[in-house]
């Protein structure tokens, strides 16, 4: 296939029109065409290198990795470096292999990082452990190309013989480490980056992000559906002061400086954690345009998601030259971004309506062995008629929480939420076994009435539910028993549910399938009184034990802080 068109070279920073030859998959010629008035593209639009989301979790969109890759050619993505930690936390090695020998069915790059947290901690019960020998079982594999995020930091900077073990490993098979660590900083940060953890998707703040830069780490810019720090990282008031504190400053010629102010100063943009109603409008594309909202040079954005991955994870896409792989798109133009089509290997997989390739259904094995729950089991009892508690506070948008504390009343000696202070119960169900219940309180949903379950709460995704009394707590967490996971909403004789029965992360439909259903169940919840803007997501992060401040496992309130359980009441 032999055509000409304008094209984005990401390594020189120009767009010029090229004579471009493409032969078994790979870029054969690239030959750049004297610009002449009488010049005429074969192909209308841009060619941009297929876009790579360098941090993703496939199972947050809810899709198997097929049903992903359908959505996510629509909008331009042609490679997605992903951590299967969350179904490995339920299915172990079996659940990863499964994500890659799925991600095979279809023309799309999937690299996997081998998942090095399973569990996140020992604070929770969990589906299966991963040891370093199953780590270097998976480093083996050509299929993964890092060793994934390192949450585990305490066990890293304590020197936890085997999490070394884990990093020793990675740098043995010459695979990059990615990290995770929010809000460490100084000395602990210091040890940290010694052991050879590279990356970090967790900065939440301008200043937090440019320590970790300045020694060395590589900035992943999160813009998620929970989770969106890219207006903080990409502030142009912080960059401006940044770069009016640095040496330099007013000694460089204008125009440098002009460069440098629009500079992201971080090196690539992630999803890390996508709801399909959310992907249905756009991926990387959007966050691309969101980017140079925020006054970031377009070009510069689009080399944070094409040569900027490529080159660490060392895989062979992200640049249209000659002997690379023939992932490309053709976008209308670098305002509008709008996808035309999409290559991969040199064969379109979208053609601007179509995706050209067809998924396959999955039966996969039930896990949620969980028998029926009792209203009582969603009660706390006191023997009084008012308590202190500990309460967990979340917010709209953040995975970060607070430990704020609540005097509560008691009737019947349980002790009760106060909606009017948005103070409602929250509970986490084992999900491996049932033996493990635990209850506690949170504000920040302000649900008036009825509850919301998910059998999506990171990392070991157990059940959890929140709600404003024990009834519709209990109903909720049985209709996922019932129907082997998914989302669930309980109000009196109402309820409805979103199945996802791979895993009990994943649904066998399509995205627009998914997110329609995500959507009637979100305006349920809406009606419930909550104004988060995306409930189930956040909900799934309450029980995050690596992510501060306060959070609840299957075992009880957990202090991320202090990496301990609290007592529920304050004596």
């Known amino acids: 296939m032999t055509f000409t068109a304008y094209i984005l070279d990401v390594l020189t920073d120009s767009v010029y029109p090229a004579k471009i030859t493409i032969e078994n998959g790979i870029f054969k010629e690239i030959i750049p065409i004297a610009v002449e008035s009488e010049f005429k593209a074969d192909i209308e639009g ?257 080399e944070m998601v094409t040569i900027n991955p490529a080159s660490h994870y060392n895989i062979d896409a992200g640049t249209i030259v000659k002997g690379a792989k023939a992932d490309f798109i053709v976008v209308d133009n670098l305002v509008d971004l709008n996808v035309l089509k999409t290559y991969i290997g040199g064969q379109c997989v979208f053609d601007g309506e179509n995706v050209l390739f067809d998924v396959e259904e999955i039966d996969y094995k039930n896990t949620i062995n969980v028998s029926k729950k009792e209203v009582r089991d969603f009660e706390v009892c006191f023997d009084g008629e008012e308590c202190e508690v500990n309460v967990i506070q979340c917010f709209n948008g953040e995975l970060i929480t607070q430990n704020i504390k609540s005097t509560l009343k008691c009737e019947n000696n349980i002790i009760q939420p106060d909606l009017k202070e948005d103070i409602l119960k929250i509970a986490v169900v084992d999900r491996y076994t049932g033996d493990n219940i635990s209850n506690a309180f949170i504000k920040g949903f302000h649900l008036k009435k009825g509850a919301i379950a998910s059998s999506v709460s990171h990392d070991s995704h157990n059940l959890i539910v929140v709600g404003t009394n024990a009834n519709d707590m209990a109903n909720a967490i049985n209709i996922l028993i019932e129907n082997k996971g998914g989302f669930s909403v309980a109000y009196e004789d109402m309820n409805d549910y979103l199945t996802l029965s791979v895993a009990g992360l994943m649904s066998n439909e399509d995205a627009y399938s998914v997110a329609s259903k995500l959507d009637e169940l979100e305006e349920i919840v809406d009606r419930f009184g909550c104004r988060l803007d995306s409930p189930f997501m956040t909900l799934s992060f309450m029980a995050l034990l690596v992510i501060p401040s306060l959070k609840l496992s299957d075992k009880g309130l957990f202090d991320g802080d202090n990496f301990e359980f609290i007592d529920l009441i304050i004596n």
């Open 46 to 302: 841009l060619i941009l290198p297929g876009f790579i989301d360098s941090h993703i979790h496939i199972e947050s969109t809810m899709l198997t990795p097929a049903q992903f890759a359908k959505i996510a050619v629509r909008h331009g993505t042609t490679s997605v470096v992903c951590d299967p930690h969350e179904i490995a936390n339920v299915c172990g090695i079996e659940g990863i292999e499964f994500m890659i020998k799925n991600a095979q069915t279809v023309p799309f790059n999937f690299y996997f990082t081998a998942p090095s947290c399973v569990p996140a901690t020992n604070f929770e019960t969990s589906g299966a452990v991963l040891d370093s020998s199953d780590m270097e079982f998976l480093l083996e594999k050509d299929e993964i190309v890092a060793l994934g995020e390192m949450m585990n930091f305490p066990g890293v900077i304590n020197g936890d013989v085997e999490v070394l073990r884990k990093l020793e490993l990675a740098n043995e098979y010459n695979k990059p480490v990615d990290g995770h660590a929010p809000m460490l900083s100084g000395k602990d940060l210091d040890k940290y980056i010694e052991q050879y953890i590279i990356t970090d998707h967790e900065c939440s703040s301008f200043g937090e992000a440019i320590e970790k830069k300045h020694k060395g780490m590589k900035i992943m810019v999160r813009d998620g559906s929970s989770a969106k720090n890219m207006e903080a990282l990409f502030d142009f008031t912080e960059r401006v002061n940044y770069w009016r504190n640095q040496d330099s400053f007013g000694i460089i010629p204008t125009e440098i400086l002009e460069r440098r102010i629009h500079s992201p100063i971080f090196d690539f943009i992630v999803s890390d954690d996508k709801h399909p109603n959310d992907l249905t409008k756009g991926h990387l594309n959007k966050s691309i345009q969101k980017a140079c909202e925020l006054e970031v040079d377009i070009i510069k954005a689009i």
